[in-house]
């Protein structure tokens, strides 16, 4: 079984950063891609950022040149590195690991999610 568990979220004015973490642990872990996604009330999960094993990276349109995604292979953790935050942003913040199982398929793990609210 494999956990994922976030931390880094909490309340920041409009401008601010905040970084988010998000460690992945389980035996034998071999990571395909760490990443995080975001869903606020009354709207669907979109993609904030992912990251594959091999460092390529894709990020949502309404995030891109504000975030940045980064790894630790070693502690299988990711970070998301969030600037210049809007209201918009506000939100609960899930990450999603994909691991590789029996070296023939891929399967995908959610974490508890942790909440970004962005306001005065």
């Known amino acids: 079984q494999v956990q994922v568990v976030e931390s880094g979220g909490g309340p920041v004015q409009p401008g601010g950063s905040l970084r988010l973490s998000c460690a992945a642990s389980g035996s034998m872990l071999i990571i395909n891609s760490m990443g995080w996604y975001r869903q606020a009330p009354g709207k669907q999960r979109e993609l904030v950022a992912t990251m594959i094993s091999t460092g390529a990276t894709n990020y949502g349109d309404s995030v891109k040149g504000r975030c940045n995604i980064s790894r630790d292979n070693v502690k299988n953790t990711v970070y998301l590195q969030m600037n210049s935050l809007k209201p918009e942003d506000t939100a609960a913040y899930y990450c999603?690991?994909?691991?590789?199982?029996?070296?023939?398929?891929?399967?995908?793990?959610w974490g508890q999610g942790t909440q970004v609210t962005v306001s005065l």
């Open positions: 999603y690991v994909e691991v590789v199982v029996d070296r023939a398929y891929l399967k995908g793990y």
